[in-house]
Every structure is written in C-alpha cells, then in structure tokens.
C-alpha cells in the first residue's frame, strides 16, 4: 500500500515545547504533503515537500524529506494550544496518467496550556 | 474567495436508505475528491472528479457513486445504506488534481446510520 504512517499516533506536550512527528512510506513520490485537522472538521494543507527537495520551512513549521529513507518529519517549534489537532501526512504518486494521494492516519497532538 | 462548501453538515438515516451529499469546489478548480474518514480506518479515497469525468477510484463498493456537472460542483451518493457507511464524508478540490496541487477542503458531511 502506498499509504503513509504516522508516528506517533498520539502525542501530548507542554505549551513551549517543540513536537515532532514522522510519516514513513513504502514506494517512490512525487511530493508529501501535510495537512492538519481540527477535531471533526476539514484538513488545512500545511506544507507540500516535492521529492527532489530535502527541507522547507513555514513559520514554526519544518518539515525535512528523505526519499532513502522513504520518510518525513514535520516539526513544530514552540507549540501553542492553538496547534492542538490530528496531522496527517500525504503521499502523492503519479500512475496510469494521474496523481493519486493518500493519507496515513495521523498523529493526535495535545498542547498543554 | 469562497472556499469548498458542503452540504449538508449533518444528517441522520436509516439503514437501506439512499444520501446524496453536494461539494461545490473553489470557483477555477476543476479536480474533486472525496474522502471518507472513520476512527477505524481514517481517511479513505473514494473517487476524484475532473472535467465532469471520473479519473479515479478507490476501493468502495458500487453502492457508492458520484458525478460532477459542467460547473465543477460534485455529488456523491450512497444507496442502500449500511451501519458501517456511518462516517464523515470529506469532499476537496484542487486546480488540476490531488497530489499535483494542494487539497483544499470542504468542513464535510457527518452521516449517521441508524
């Protein structure tokens, strides 16, 4: 399956403190995107990360790629409350003239006030 | 600029029944997917739109359908009912097409099967 995994599935942090979280999947892409879900509701795109680039960066947002490693990380530097939500990684692939993307089934991040 | 609207937010059926859920995209965008989204399985490609046709699917049974019309906005449906069909039901659109553009998407549809 092309599907991503998060881990952890569960994560809980203080207010301050940096969160990190790992996607691994199990065959060649052409980019990974993160996303992120506030409970019960749709999935904001966070970061898309092409296969050809290592790192990128938006605001307290990190997020690295290793395609040897067929892996991702997401960090989050000096968590806040408001970032309390599920994070998902996807995977997207081209195949039979289209892209097809899929997501693993997320890491539930707790900030701690 | 409207984002992805879905409709309706909520909705309650009984098994056997048949849903129709609607999405209109982001005015432009002329990809729609949709997702359902379980605690047991999480996020499940259904099938994606583009240019009114279906250029892909996921692994769902034929009991679950959709089309989209010249205006981009897409429907799915769901006939005969199944406790198990009980989920939210995510609908994103894109300029060209998941995993070659971002996903924006719709606050769902949360279907409960009685």
């Known amino acids: 399956s092309q599907q991503g995994e998060e881990d952890p599935q569960a994560l809980s942090i203080q207010e301050g403190e940096n969160a990190t979280m790992n996607c691994s999947y199990k065959?060649?892409?052409?980019?990974l995107q993160w996303y992120r879900q506030n409970s019960g509701r749709g999935l904001v795109h966070l970061i898309l990360i092409r296969s050809n680039e290592r790192e990128k960066h938006s605001g307290r947002l990190r997020v690295t790629l290793d395609t040897s490693k067929k892996s991702s990380s997401l960090l989050i530097t000096a968590s806040r409350a408001a970032d309390t939500a599920s994070y998902f990684c996807?995977?997207?692939?081209?195949?039979?003239?289209?892209?097809?993307?899929?997501f693993g089934k997320g890491t539930k991040l707790s900030v701690i006030p | 600029k409207a984002g992805v609207t879905q409709t309706p937010r909520y909705l309650i059926k009984t098994r056997g029944q048949q849903v129709t859920l609607s999405c209109s995209p982001i005015s432009g965008h002329r990809s729609v997917s949709w997702y359902q989204q379980t605690p047991g399985q999480g996020l499940q490609f259904l099938f994606e739109?583009?240019?009114?046709?279906?250029?892909n699917k996921g692994n769902f049974p034929g009991r679950f359908s959709g089309r989209q019309f010249s205006n981009s906005r897409s429907e799915m449906n769901v006939s005969t009912l199944e406790l198990g069909d009980s989920a939210l039901y995510l609908c994103?659109?894109?300029?060209?097409?998941?995993?070659?553009?971002?996903?924006?998407f719709g606050a769902g549809s949360r279907l409960t099967v009685l």
């Open positions: 994103a659109s894109s300029l060209i097409g998941a995993g070659a553009n971002v996903l924006t």
């Open positions: 739109y583009f240019s009114e046709t279906q250029r």
């Open positions: 065959t060649s892409i052409n980019n």
């Open positions: 996807a995977t997207a692939y081209s195949g039979a003239g289209s892209y097809q993307l899929t």
